[in-house]
């Protein structure tokens, strides 16, 4: 993920706001108990994030993989009053925590936790969403693109973490499952006529594809 050199990204991250103390509290509880806490959004990313979604203001946010809840928390900040945002994940490990956070931020009944696989719970939600923020198995990407398209509206976003690949994207190997299927994503989102996007190196990278 190491796009910049360090300092340069300490600089960045020195001209962005802080994460709110609870997402601050999160942060530390994911490095301390968590296994593979890499996969934390962090603060650059999670204010990137809460950015995005002030813009939008959505009625409606839909994340697939929920991890500890940092995400879903950021996203939550530009929800709209009467808002809800779901949010997917498989890891019942993680659930008692992620309920945890989620009481703490005062927000709860704006926010609804789903457990159990995302290719099988999206067909049941009876929703249009502004906004879809993909990041779980990177093998599923292009089946969750294709599952959430018809429920996003027209102008709505999709979101999808990772993208780069912690720069493999610019490699080929036949055997990295997750690597082709981040680059078929990637080629899919480019050629759907459907949306306009853009490929943002922020991080592990992002696209932003506006359906429109």
């Known amino acids: ?4 050199d360090q300092a340069l990204e300490d600089y960045v991250v020195s001209g ?7 997402l601050k509290q999160l942060n530390r509880d ?4 968590i296994l593979m806490p890499r996969m934390l959004s962090g603060h650059l990313q999670g204010r990137t994030l809460a950015m995005f979604s002030m813009m939008i203001a959505p009625k409606r946010i839909l994340e697939i993989g929920t991890y500890t809840g940092y995400s879903a928390l950021c996203l939550a900040e ?14 019942e490990e993680l659930e008692n925590m ?8 005062g927000i709860e009944n704006q926010l609804r936790q789903l457990l ?3 290719a099988k719970i999206i067909p049941t939600i009876d929703e249009q969403f502004d906004l879809v923020f993909i990041d779980a198995d990177k093998g599923n990407y292009c089946l969750y693109y294709d599952l959430v398209f018809d429920k996003v509206k027209s102008g709505g976003y ?4 990772n993208i780069l690949w912690s720069g493999k994207v610019l ?8 690597l082709n299927a981040i680059k078929a994503y990637n080629i899919k989102v480019r050629k759907d006529a459907r949306v306009t996007c853009v490929i943002l190196p922020i991080r592990d990278g992002l696209s932003v594809a506006r359906k429109l």
């Not at 530009?78 to 890891?91: F, K």
């Open 1 to 4: 993920m190491e796009f910049i």
């Open 16 to 22: 962005t706001s802080p994460e709110p103390p609870l």
């Open 30 to 33: 994911t490095y301390a108990h």
């Open 78 to 91: 530009g929800l709209q009053p009467d808002g809800l945002l779901y949010t997917i994940d498989i890891n």
């Open 98 to 105: 992620v309920k945890e956070y989620f009481q703490k931020s």
């Open 116 to 118: 159990g696989d995302a």
């Open 158 to 161: 999709i979101i999808a973490d």
């Open 171 to 178: 490699t080929h190997d036949p055997k990295d499952k997750d």
